[in-house]
């Protein structure tokens, strides 16, 4: 069949000019929400201020790529599906894949110390072997002098590259820490070349890129003249600024390239038709790996890997200079959608989700609150079940584990996270999907998913039901089930899931008011649509959107109300308060904003009051202009939390940014102080003595 072509216009910043590289145009019904999709892409580039962006999917012989904005604010270049966008990250995948081609061809030993392939890096105190380079279990450190590393105008080969980090000692023992690391792909693409005898661009143009018809990923060279580059921004406040000059060579292959999202998708529909690698190198490339104490790093070889919604997905985000992009694919649906936008440190995933959501008209994942307490953990069990249970049967058809292995599973859900004591229920259930703690989620929800499939139910509807049509299902099934063949839960938990199922199957329709509404209009609403139930939608991220364009625009009441709102219908919601606390800070209300990020706390100490997660919002603040802002959050989270380094560290980058010497040097101290060997450390002690500090005090 011929390729089509389509065009079209998104309002005045979202000119959009989409071209798509089909066998088949997609079916009328599919078009109009396309076009509605328009619409909303518009919307969230006026609130984010994204001058250009390119997304698109392809699923079977459907493919469809639009450009909306600018490639080029000062000339007025349109962004279309041929834009080159930095990819970032997402040359990782690629690497990955290239690796393996070489394992199929016995090039390289998966489990041979990296020195095999590259003689001149230096030998650790441990060996690091390939497979562990690969799921960033190898004790390489990332970045250690950001204000340098991340930084380099000129440009550098293989050999320099490598340079940069050669001398770092481990951060651990190989295979007992994750640890994201580009310097660890670096090393990979090393490899190649040592293994192949090729530059590691002219093994990928040979090997991976022109066999998958990738005809525009290149190596992103500042002097070549590449058809198409777009410009990068970056947001100081609400203006736009023209993104810092880095040169991205010393990342080779671990975020050096430059392609189009029209590539990317090839890129995924090759990994799906095992064009150039097998299917065994495929499913090896897509398990997630594990440390050596049984922890999932929800990475396999180049893929992020977690259920999504109950599904079955790989994906992987870039971010860098210049650029974002995201690669998201769902091998068992071949659906591929991919994301490049120019502004830097937006987030690209509402784009994913949106699209997602548009091509399959299914929810990209049910957010479900759950009222009542005492049924929480019951909800947290139901939806570990389904995530894995659910996940793995789109995944293969094949069971997980045997009969007795699956009601050994269930034995153990029953009896430790459903136990009385709450503690060590919390514990089970956190480990209750990694191997550490037996991977009894996937075992006894495997086993539900093949046994719903059996009786007749088609799986797909649970992207509406969620966890709890899952769980009250197979609770339903097995209730019915001559002469005790299926494993049972005990009876509490299945007659809370009931309950909760009953409550949900009331709510689950209410939807966020598409049209902007009124918050007093929304707190009515709301308030009366949820009275009284158990299960209802979680609308915090809408809220928390709410807010968030609310306090950008200086309406402090407006956020505060939004927040406000949030708790009220939301009261057992740690991201809900943690909410409140944020905009409170922002309105300079401090006192106010750590009793609230204490009561999230206690809600959750691992969630949106976290050190990682205030420390993601500072930055995300700081990405948008907003730095004081960014170093308040900051300030709270040492405060919450003064025992963590890396909060430190971060403080002390914001005080550098600001100029505050002084200050940063101290912060720079404490953060040596509490853990003189977490991982900015060495970086801490370069910036304390270009900083105009001393050290030697603070060697290990």
Not at 100 to 116: H, N, R, S
Not at 132 to 151: F, M, N, P, T, V
Not at 329 to 355: C, G, H, M, W, Y
Request: charged share 20%; aromatic share 8%.
């Amino acid at each position: 069949m011929q390729s089509s072509k389509y065009y079209g216009f998104a309002g005045a910043l979202a000119l959009l000019c989409g071209v798509a590289q089909a066998a088949s145009a997609p079916s009328a019904v599919l078009t109009a929400r396309l076009a509605d999709f328009d619409g909303w892409v518009a919307q969230r580039m006026g609130a984010q201020r994204i001058p250009g962006v390119t997304v698109g999917f392809s699923q079977g012989e459907v493919e469809w790529v639009k450009g909306y904005g600018y490639a080029d604010l000062e000339n007025r270049v349109p962004a279309t599906a041929r834009s080159s966008y930095r990819l970032a990250s997402v040359t990782k995948p690629m690497t990955a894949l290239a690796i393996l081609q070489l394992v199929e061809q016995g090039k390289i030993d998966l489990d041979a110390p990296v020195q095999t392939y590259v003689p001149y890096f230096p030998l650790k105190a441990f060996p690091v072997t390939v497979r562990q380079l690969l799921g960033h279990l190898g004790g390489i450190d990332a970045y250690r002098d950001s204000k340098a590393e991340q930084h380099f105008k000129e440009h550098k080969d293989t050999r320099q590259s490598i340079a940069v980090f050669e001398q770092f000692d481990l951060i651990a023992e190989p295979g007992t820490r994750f640890r994201y690391t580009s310097y660890g792909y670096n090393l990979l693409g090393a490899v190649i070349e040592g293994a192949s005898g090729e530059s590691y661009g002219g093994y990928m143009r040979r090997h991976v890129w022109g066999p998958l018809g990738m005809d525009a990923t290149v190596m992103d060279e500042p002097d070549a003249v590449i058809a198409h580059r777009v410009r990068g921004y970056r947001l100081a406040g609400q203006e736009w600024k023209n993104s810092e000059f880095v040169d991205i060579s010393s990342r080779f292959s671990a975020g050096g390239t430059r392609s189009s999202v029209s590539d990317m998708l090839a890129f995924g529909r090759g990994i799906h038709a095992g064009k150039i690698l097998s299917a065994a190198s495929v499913a090896a490339m897509v398990q997630p790996m594990a440390t050596r104490a049984g922890r999932l790093t929800n990475y396999g070889m180049g893929w992020e890997v977690f259920p999504t919604g109950g599904r079955y997905a790989i994906a992987h985000s870039g971010q860098q200079p210049e650029t974002v992009t995201y690669l998201y694919s769902f091998p068992s649906r071949k659906l591929t959608i991919a994301v490049a936008a120019n502004l830097e440190r937006v987030n690209p995933e509402a784009f994913v989700q949106r699209l997602f959501e548009v091509v399959t008209g299914e929810p990209w994942q049910l957010k479900t609150y759950i009222a009542d307490a005492g049924a929480q953990r019951a909800y947290q069990v139901a939806q570990g079940l389904f995530e894995e249970g659910r996940a793995h049967a789109e995944r293969t058809p094949q069971a997980y584990a045997d009969a007795a292995a699956t009601r050994i599973a269930f034995t153990q859900i029953n009896r430790q996270a459903l136990a009385p004591e709450a503690g060590a229920a919390r514990a089970f259930i956190d480990a209750a999907r990694h191997p550490a703690g037996g991977s009894v989620f996937l075992a006894a929800g495997a086993s539900m998913a093949i046994q719903l499939r059996q009786s007749g139910v088609d799986l797909d509807t649970y992207s509406r039901g969620g966890a709890l049509a899952f769980a009250r299902d197979y609770i339903l099934l097995s209730q019915g089930a001559a002469g005790a063949t299926l494993p049972r839960f005990e009876p509490a938990f299945e007659q809370a899931i009931v309950a909760l199922a009953a409550s949900w199957d009331r709510t689950a329709a209410i939807a966020w008011p598409a049209a902007s509404a009124s918050l007093p209009a929304l707190d009515s609403q709301l308030r009366a649509a949820f009275r009284g139930q158990r299960a209802y939608p979680d609308f915090v991220p809408e809220l928390q959107e709410l807010a968030q364009a609310s306090a950008a625009r200086g309406e402090a009441e407006s956020a505060l109300a939004a927040s406000s709102l949030a708790v009220a219908l939301y009261p057992l919601s740690d991201r809900a308060h943690a909410l409140q606390g944020l905009t409170l800070l922002r309105a300079g209300k401090t006192e106010s904003a750590l009793a609230a990020l204490r009561l999230a706390l206690s809600r959750d100490p691992l969630g949106a009051a976290s050190p990682a997660a205030l420390n993601l919002e500072a930055y995300r603040l700081k990405g948008s202009g907003a730095v004081a802002q960014g170093m308040a959050v900051l300030q709270a989270a040492v405060s919450l939390h003064p025992r963590d380094a890396n909060l430190q560290d971060s403080l002390a980058e914001f005080y550098v940014e600001q100029g505050l010497r002084p200050q940063a040097v101290a912060a720079y101290r404490q953060a040596l102080q509490l853990d003189p060997r977490y991982p900015g450390a060495v970086g801490a002690k370069a910036a304390i003595l270009r900083l105009g500090g001393e050290t030697k005090a603070l060697a290990p």
